[in-house]
C-alpha cells in the first residue's frame, strides 16, 4: 500500500486546535505545550481528524523535537492527500 508523507510547521501553546495550508505548506496549532511528547500527539490528532484518517495511520518521521516536522499517513496516497490538503485552504 501507499503512503504519503507531509511536512508539517507545529505551533505549540495557541489558543486552540487549528490546521491551515497555504502556499504549499501545512501548519497546525495545538494547545499543548512541546514537552514530553504532547504536543507531537495533539498535532497527530489534528492532522489525523482533519484529513479523514486513522490516528494510528499518522506516524512521526523527523522532527520530534523540532517545529517543522514530517509525517507520514500510512492510509492516502500523495495524490488523495493532495486532495484532502486543498479542501483546508480558506
Given at each position: 500500500m501507499q503512503h504519503a508523507t507531509i511536512a508539517?510547521?507545529?505551533k505549540p501553546g495557541?489558543?486552540?486546535a487549528s490546521i491551515g495550508a497555504r502556499?504549499?505548506?501545512v501548519e497546525?496549532?495545538?494547545k499543548e505545550q512541546a514537552t514530553e511528547g504532547r504536543a507531537n500527539l495533539a498535532c497527530r490528532k489534528v492532522l489525523a481528524r482533519?484529513?479523514?484518517v486513522?490516528?494510528?495511520s499518522v506516524e512521526l518521521l523527523r522532527g520530534a523535537q523540532a517545529r517543522?516536522?514530517?509525517f507520514r499517513l500510512a492510509t492516502i496516497d500523495p495524490a488523495e492527500l493532495a486532495v484532502r490538503l486543498a479542501r483546508l485552504r480558506p
Open positions: 508539517v510547521t507545529v495557541s489558543r486552540a502556499h504549499g505548506s497546525v496549532r495545538v482533519a484529513l479523514g486513522p490516528l494510528a517543522v516536522k514530517i
